[in-house]
């Protein structure tokens, strides 16, 4: 197959979060399986261009109509570790793509309108003809309208789409405007129930939606969160929209690239280490403390990785900070906020632990520090108040190091409670789980998992080995998409 990829994010050059890791993990998937895959993607300013290799200009005049004019984009190619990507750089007073971020902006729903139009007129007058355009979250839900409503009629008459929404929650509201700047137009159309209306403001136009409504197939990143998306509260507002189009809606579990992720042979790492040999871990362990300038002492590391978020569960991660510290184990947080009041809040709490030997909080944003936590910390929270799929605990095992997780969307498909899991026997365990949000909840998992590090740490260890030998590699969801 022809496959074309359009998105706002593609790890390592622009990385937000697990949509960039999704991107780039499941076309190196699909490529090695014999497709042939190309990206779209904005040029930002803020990119890792040193990921990119060989960048050089592909489409030098790009005209993409906007409102009653068109904006002169130019089209760059070049290759991130292997994978062809096109990256669109429009030349216009709304320096769409030069924010010096990723997302964040007031306009953000029409810089990314902007770039669907812009992706699919780069197709169309490049005169590529993919059998699959497969787009992701409320960035790109406009492509597949675009596709049906304009494009079909001028030369791009076959393409299917596939659409992956890999967080329900940032759904992409926009008013009219949008219409008269994209040439959809044609207002009392599109403002209907049954294409683009916003399920609960009839103002307002839905990217998510119509990514939904028009697109062939609908994935999300876990079968367990396809389910809370359509019964609970966790679509946002889309469980109706689910219901109508279940026939073409199911839940495809994230894998993480086992290349990018692999203890035997990570540079950012110290020493590598396998399945087979945990004593590399060992020394890992004592980088990461002399790195984070931590004591070094007979006891176990607790880290949290990820955006500090409502939706991770921030008011458990501070009292996992505390509760590592109460049990007489270490902690490090590695993770950054958008909002003001819980940035705020954790440099608070930076300033308090400063002096303790015990604990580092890293506010920002480190991929290779990242690595380092994974393969030196014994333990891995993820207390997410939903979590669609969830990286870091598949990336955690893989590093031998054992999640404790809250029972919720991709956490459910992933980890097995080590002490009581119905369906999978101890042998096939590999983390610690929790249900409720409360302090009690996450404190009694947590004890659990410190415990056998410190009174069983045979059974710990073989707890960990488990988790190394579970299989969350791209190849059994590559396999899915490529029969959808
Ligand atoms: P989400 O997509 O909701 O942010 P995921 O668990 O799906 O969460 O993916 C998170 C990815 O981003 C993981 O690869 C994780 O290692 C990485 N990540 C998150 N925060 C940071 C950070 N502050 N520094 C480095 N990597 C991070």
Known sequence: MYIVQIASECAPVIKAGGLGDGVYGLN???ETRGNTVELVLPMYDCMRYDHIWGIHTAYQDLWVPWYDGAIHCTVYCGWVHGLLCFFVEPHSQDSFFHRGKVYGDSDDNMRFAFFSKAALEFLQQSGKKPDVIHCHDWQTGLIPVLLHEVYQHHGMAYQRVCYTIHNFKHQGIVGAEMLAATGLNNTEYYFDYSRLQD??????????????????????????????????EIGYGLGNTLELHQGKFSGVLNGIDYTVWNP????????????????????????????????????????????????KGVHLVH???????????????????????????????????????????????????????????????????????????????????????????????????????????????????????????????????????KFAPEKFEALAIQGMNCDYSWKQSAETYSNI
Not at 274 to 299: C, F, H, I, W, Y
Not at 350 to 357: A, M, V, W
Not at 412 to 427: G, K, L, R
Request: charged share 25%; aromatic share 12%; net charge negative.
């Open 28 to 30: 190196r998937e699909l």
């Open 319 to 453: 009292h996992a900070i505390h509760h590592s510290l109460y049990k007489d184990a270490q902690f490090v947080l590695l993770g950054s906020a958008t909002e003001a009041s819980i940035n705020d809040d954790f440099w608070r709490e930076k300033q308090y632990l400063n002096d303790n030997p015990d604990c580092h909080l890293e506010l920002g944003f480190d991929e290779e520090l990242s690595h380092l936590i994974y393969a030196g910390a014994d333990m891995i929270i993820v207390p997410s108040n939903y979590e669609p799929c969830g990286l870091t605990q598949m990336i955690g095992m893989r590093y031998g190091t054992v999640p404790i997780v809250r029972g919720v969307g991709g956490l459910v498909s992933t980890v097995f409670d080590w002490d009581y899991d119905p369906d999978h026997p101890v042998e096939e365990r590999n983390g610690f789980v929790f249900y409720q949000t409360d302090f009690r909840a996450l404190e009694s998992a947590m004890e659990r998992a410190i415990d056998l590090w």
């Open 199 to 232: 399920n609960f403001n009839p103002f307002a136009l839905n990217f998510m939606k119509a990514g939904i409504v028009y697109s062939n197939y609908v994935t999300t990143v876990s079968p367990h969160h396809a389910w809370e998306a359509r019964f609970t």
């Open 264 to 311: 035997a042979g990570d540079h950012y790492i110290s020493d590598p280490y396998d399945a087979k040999n945990l004593e590399g871990k060992a020394k890992n362990k004592k980088a990461l403390r002399d790195r984070l300038l931590m004591q070094e002492a007979d006891k176990a590391i607790v880290a949290f990785i990820g955006r500090l978020d409502e939706q």
